[in-house]
């Protein structure tokens, strides 16, 4: 017989412990938690710790704008100017960190709620320098809106500092940037998974594509199949991101992509973030920028719409033919109008779309 209260060994029969004077009994025993366990590859049991999900926060937007006037929103969620009343702050909003930066998130049409999320990021002492960052749930999964919102903003946290020079000569810039993109990557898998419920059978999971403009340089990395455009003022447009989906598996079986994007799999990706994920590194590249012009960062709400960057590229002149002269150059003005154009197209799905001015 041990003492419940102080662990002192005692005689049997003893109905006090001489060490503390404790009553046998009165104390109850230490529980002891027995972690589950799980197989690895070889059956063998490893304990792992129970995950604890951590308290759901969900940043509200810097200003909340009337979608039908430009107004602003009150408290009550009317507008003050027309009288409308905003979409909640999750289904449509708004972020412009600078001048040269900004993006909409969007519900669309079809779907109940915004899955998609985005993150932006401008240091107003670096001109010119944007951080864009966007995350598509997976409708099928469960919490996917929260999860796609912190993922997003966990990579924009690490991508904030200007990206690492390594030892100055190329490669050694390249292997360092691409390392803080894979970071990123990681730090928004990690935020993921710290949002969904762990024993769901349908945990959560998103798309990921990062970007980052310095100057002339355009760096980016993705997972699924959000999308990162380089739309010139004058020449081609590119599109810089290759799609983790079976309609990029299908084009290089040799299909056109008008016939692989309208195929039943087209929207099935091969790589997410997520619990379930089997692969959570990126693959990144960068376009050294020769001329001015927008680097266009969406989800497939708008490509599904217009997928060539020639088609987008028209889509934004036509937007800023569009504008007031004082909002022709506005990123916000027309990444308002591309989401707008998606939804006249039909919004079948969520829709974000983020544009940073690129001047070198």
């Not at 005692?10 to 027995?34: H, W």
């Not at 810097?62 to 289904?91: F, H, I, L, M, P």
């Not at 089997?278 to 920028?289: E, H, K, T």
């Not at 001329?291 to 497939?300: E, K």
Request: hydrophobic share 45%; net charge negative.
């Amino acid at each position: 017989m041990t003492c419940a209260a102080c662990g002192q060994a005692l005689p049997d029969g003893a109905l006090f412990c001489e060490a503390c004077g404790a009553k046998v009994g009165s104390a109850a025993a230490p529980t002891v938690l027995t972690p589950p366990t799980t197989a690895n590859e070889d059956e063998s049991p490893i304990s792992t710790p129970t995950a604890v999900r951590p308290p759901v926060v969900v940043e509200a937007p810097q200003a909340r704008t009337c979608a039908e006037c430009g107004g602003t929103v009150a408290a009550d969620g009317y507008c003050e100017q027309c009288g409308a009343k905003a979409a909640s702050e999750r289904d449509h909003f708004r972020e412009a960190p600078a001048p040269w930066l900004a993006g909409v998130c969007d519900r669309g049409i079809v779907h109940a709620r915004n899955e998609d999320a985005m993150a932006l990021y401008a240091d107003p002492a670096v001109p010119g320098r944007s951080v864009v960052v966007v995350c598509d749930g997976v409708s099928s999964s469960k919490d996917s809106d929260v999860a796609a919102l912190a993922g997003a903003r966990a990579a924009r946290d690490v991508l904030r500092a200007p990206l690492p020079q390594g030892l100055g000569v190329a490669e050694s810039i390249e292997a360092a940037a691409t390392k803080v993109f894979v970071t990123a990557a990681e730090a928004a898998n990690t935020a993921v998974v710290a949002h969904t419920d762990l024993s769901s059978e349908a945990p959560a999971s998103c798309t990921f594509v990062a970007a980052v403009a310095e100057g002339s340089l355009l760096r980016y990395a993705v997972i699924g199949d959000s999308r990162a455009y380089w739309l010139p003022d004058a020449g081609e447009g590119v599109q810089l991101t290759t799609d983790d989906s079976m309609a990029q598996l299908l084009m290089a079986g040799g299909m056109t992509r008008a016939q692989a994007e309208a195929s039943p799999q087209a929207h099935a990706i091969t790589k997410w973030l997520g619990k379930d994920s089997p692969d959570i590194v990126p693959v990144c590249g960068s376009l050294d920028a020769t001329g001015p012009g927008w680097l266009l960062v969406c989800s497939d709400g708008l490509w599904n719409y217009a997928s060539e960057p020639a088609a987008l590229a028209g889509q934004l002149r036509a937007a800023a033919a569009g504008a007031a002269e004082e909002s022709k150059a506005d990123p916000g003005t027309l990444a308002l109008a591309l989401v707008e154009f998606a939804k006249a197209c039909g919004g079948h799905d969520n829709i974000s779309v983020a544009l940073a001015r690129v001047v070198p």
